[in-house]
């Protein structure tokens, strides 16, 4: 099957999660995405993992978002590779970075200048506080992003202080957001035919995702706070409960589950209880409602529980660590684990979010060695073998 973004060419400058990821997402749909890093390959590389797959400079984080991906290697100090760039981008649809605000600028290769070469390039900047303001040129990764948004002040426990998330998720939102800007700005030049600069907050991006958090401040006074497991609405019935052996979550939010659930786990009693006649009554009484509830599932496993709940149409989930997850029937059954050859033997990677009627995306080919592409690439865009090894004698792969 042919990717929705085929045909599609991206000089990728971008490090970590914030840039590759949303990059990650036009790669698994067929775009031809040239990496370009350093001649000794990005740092995300060689972050913390086994010391087999650093010592491979193959760290599964790495390779988790670079899959279908070409490398190029390049120093972008040097002057030859001024001239690799310029005969690049003029065949590129898209250049995408996530450097501090500036720092393509100094090196020659900002919008302005590239836009020369290729009036028709849509340039995608990715920081952390965006192209201007009073952060512009400070460093941002997730964890600061995290801190700055808000989101940490609403996650976890009181108890516990503020909280960050268990995944990147600001740099994985940046990533998505970029990727909308992009497929955005591809759709309105096959109108115009006019490129475009894209500025992508990471700290914007992520208040866009906040945005019902946002909106509650602005509108009602409503600052969110943390409430553990508890869902954003407040709903006693939508969190996490002990049960026998363990914990089941319950996301039990409409009146016609909440009597689902109450009739199934035997205390359909309660239905009467002037303390539980409405959602802010049972607010109201939260503690004495989980008493009850957990009471009732004390005697049953999760599973079991998750099996009878389910059946009556109650939305519930056991709880399941990642591992246990990527072994689960409808994962499975789905397909979305995806498996390539590499010189490291079988890799296994998480395939697209969507797919079409024609199938998902597919994952064709595993993340490659550092340069691994530079003969292919620089003799594609017309250099000569004398001209790349020219290049290379230079330092400049």
Same mark, same amino acid.
């Given at each position: 099957?042919?990717?929705?973004?085929q045909?599609?060419?991206?000089?990728?400058?971008?490090?970590?999660?914030?840039?590759p990821?949303?990059?990650?997402?036009?790669?698994?749909?067929?775009?031809?995405?040239?990496?370009?890093?350093?001649?000794?390959?990005?740092?995300?590389?060689?972050f913390?993992?086994?010391?087999?797959?650093?010592?491979?400079?193959?760290?599964?984080?790495?390779a988790?978002?670079?899959v279908?991906?070409r490398?190029?290697?390049?120093?972008?100090?040097?002057?030859?590779?001024?001239?690799i760039?310029?005969?690049?981008?003029?065949?590129?649809?898209?250049?995408?970075?996530?450097?501090?605000?500036?720092?393509?600028e100094?090196?020659?290769?900002?919008?302005?200048?590239?836009?020369?070469?290729?009036?028709?390039?849509?340039?995608?900047?990715?920081?952390g506080?965006g192209?201007?303001?009073?952060?512009?040129?400070?460093?941002?990764?997730?964890?600061?992003?995290q801190?700055?948004?808000?989101?940490?002040?609403?996650?976890?426990?009181?108890?516990?202080?503020?909280?960050?998330?268990?995944?990147?998720i600001c740099?994985?939102?940046g990533?998505?957001?970029?990727?909308?800007?992009?497929s955005?700005?591809?759709?309105?030049?096959?109108?115009?035919?006019?490129?475009?600069?894209? #500025? @992508?907050?990471?700290?914007?991006?992520?208040?866009?995702?906040? +945005?019902? *958090?946002v909106?509650? /401040?602005?509108?009602? !006074?409503?600052?969110?706070?943390?409430?553990?497991?508890l869902?954003?609405?407040r709903?006693?019935?939508?969190?996490?409960?002990?049960?026998?052996?363990?914990?089941?979550?319950?996301?039990i939010?409409l009146?016609?589950?909440?009597?689902r659930?109450m009739?199934?786990?035997?205390?359909?009693?309660?239905l009467?209880?002037?303390r539980?006649?409405?959602?802010q009554?049972?607010?109201?009484?939260?503690g004495?409602?989980?008493?009850i509830?957990?009471?009732?599932?004390?005697?049953?496993?999760?599973?079991a529980?998750?099996?009878?709940?389910?059946?009556? #149409? @109650?939305p519930?989930?056991?709880i399941?660590?990642?591992d246990? +997850?990527? *072994?689960?029937?409808? /994962?499975q059954a789905? !397909?979305f684990l995806?498996?390539?050859?590499?010189?490291?033997?079988?890799?296994?990677?998480?395939?697209?979010?969507?797919?079409?009627?024609?199938g998902?995306?597919?994952?064709?080919?595993?993340?490659?060695?550092?340069?691994?592409?530079?003969?292919?690439?620089?003799?594609?865009?017309?250099?000569?073998?004398?001209?790349?090894s020219?290049?290379?004698?230079?330092?400049?792969?």
């Amino acid at each position: 099957m042919s990717g929705l973004f085929q045909g599609v060419r991206i000089l990728d400058f971008t490090r970590f999660f914030a840039g590759p990821f949303g990059s990650h997402q036009f790669a698994l749909q067929d775009a031809d995405v040239i990496k370009v890093e350093p001649p000794e390959g990005e740092d995300q590389r060689r972050f913390q993992s086994t010391p087999e797959w650093v010592a491979r400079n193959m760290a599964p984080a790495f390779a988790s978002v670079n899959v279908n991906k070409r490398s190029l290697t390049l120093d972008l100090r040097k002057p030859e590779a001024r001239q690799i760039i310029e005969r690049l981008v003029a065949d590129a649809d898209v250049v995408w970075e996530n450097f501090r605000p500036g720092v393509m600028e100094r090196l020659g290769f900002g919008y302005d200048a590239l836009k020369k070469i290729n009036p028709r390039l849509i340039y995608c900047a990715v920081s952390g506080f965006g192209q201007d303001g009073p952060e512009r040129g400070t460093a941002a990764f997730d964890g600061k992003i995290q801190a700055m948004t808000g989101l940490m002040t609403m996650t976890g426990n009181p108890e516990d202080g503020p909280m960050r998330t268990g995944i990147p998720i600001c740099d994985l939102i940046g990533g998505l957001s970029g990727a909308f800007a992009v497929s955005a700005a591809l759709y309105r030049r096959s109108v115009t035919g006019e490129g475009e600069f894209l #500025d @992508v907050s990471m700290v914007e991006s992520t208040l866009n995702v906040l +945005t019902q *958090q946002v909106s509650e /401040v602005t509108m009602a !006074g409503i600052v969110a706070q943390q409430y553990g497991n508890l869902s954003v609405t407040r709903k006693v019935t939508a969190d996490r409960f002990a049960c026998g052996g363990g914990y089941l979550m319950l996301a039990i939010l409409l009146e016609k589950q909440y009597v689902r659930l109450m009739e199934t786990i035997g205390r359909a009693d309660t239905l009467s209880d002037p303390r539980f006649a409405d959602w802010q009554s049972r607010s109201d009484h939260a503690g004495d409602l989980r008493a009850i509830i957990e009471g009732a599932m004390r005697e049953g496993t999760p599973e079991a529980w998750a099996a009878k709940l389910t059946a009556a #149409d @109650v939305p519930c989930s056991v709880i399941l660590s990642i591992d246990e +997850t990527l *072994q689960h029937p409808q /994962v499975q059954a789905r !397909g979305f684990l995806q498996t390539v050859p590499s010189e490291h033997g079988p890799m296994t990677f998480a395939g697209p979010g969507f797919r079409t009627a024609k199938g998902p995306g597919q994952i064709t080919r595993a993340p490659v060695a550092a340069g691994a592409d530079n003969d292919d690439i620089l003799t594609e865009a017309g250099f000569s073998p004398d001209e790349i090894s020219a290049f290379r004698s230079a330092g400049a792969l």
